[in-house]
């Protein structure tokens, strides 16, 4: 199955993929992962949009796109967050899905208030090791800045600084949001109300998952095509 999840910076598509990539056994792919790892790792490009909250150029996201997919851990589907986040991304998406005989099953768009999106920014901490979220009021780890998963340090990332949060508001209005008229032109877009608790956000996506995609564990019996 190939899940997109959608919505505004801040609004909870790391969390909830994560929950989904559980449930349902597909690998979470996070196109803002792989470029904080990249950095990470040295690629020292992609600093100049990623920590002041500008677009990668399609070019570089595409490249990123075509070859995870071809990746066999992604064999059985993914849950896709932070792309597409424009037009032309969703429509090389899918080109390149249709290639592999493949499609989006359905798209999770996450809506909640600007202000609730904002103050989660801020409020958001990150393991610098394993890249698991925290919230320090919804979601607090069990001792102070440190990771439950992997003991790691927990971090605030540099684009969740009130001005870059600014900027990644306005570019997501500007650019991303209008992919949601291309998903709901072709009805495989679902509006879930993300200003909830995370367990509530993650209930209503199974459900609106499960009614949309038929037989998910059948899509996944291996050696099925
Ligand atoms: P958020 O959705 O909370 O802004 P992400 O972790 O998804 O955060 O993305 C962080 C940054 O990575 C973005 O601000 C952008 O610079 C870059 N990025 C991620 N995905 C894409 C994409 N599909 N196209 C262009 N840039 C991207």
């Not at 090791?129 to 992997?150: F, R, S």
């Amino acid at each position: 199955m190939q899940i997109v999840i959608f919505g505004s910076p801040g609004v909870g598509k790391g969390t909830l993929s994560d929950s989904l990539s559980a449930k349902y056994k597909v690998p979470h792919l996070s196109t803002g992962d792989i470029f904080r790892a990249e950095i990470k790792s040295g690629n020292s490009e992609l600093i100049q949009y990623v920590e002041k909250g500008l677009l990668v150029p399609d070019s570089v996201v595409n490249k990123v796109i075509e070859k995870g997919l071809k990746q066999d851990s992604y064999r059985n589907g993914f849950i896709l967050d932070g792309y597409p986040r424009n037009a032309d991304q969703a429509v090389f998406l899918d080109n390149a899905l249709w290639k592999i005989n493949k499609r989006v099953n359905i798209v999770i768009n996450l809506v909640a208030p600007e202000e609730a999106v904002i103050e989660r920014l801020t409020q958001r901490r990150m393991c610098s090791k394993c890249g698991a979220l925290y919230n320090l009021v919804t979601m607090k780890p069990k001792k102070k800045d440190v990771c439950d998963k992997c003991d790691g340090p927990l971090v605030q990332r540099k684009d969740d600084e009130p001005e870059t949060v600014k900027k990644r508001i306005g570019v997501y209005k500007e650019e991303t949001s209008p992919v949601i008229d291309y998903y709901k032109k072709k009805k495989m877009l679902v509006d879930i109300d993300a200003s909830k608790r995370p367990k509530e956000v993650y209930n209503s996506a199974v459900r609106a998952i499960n009614a949309s995609v038929k037989e998910p564990a059948e899509a996944q019996t291996p050696g099925q095509q």
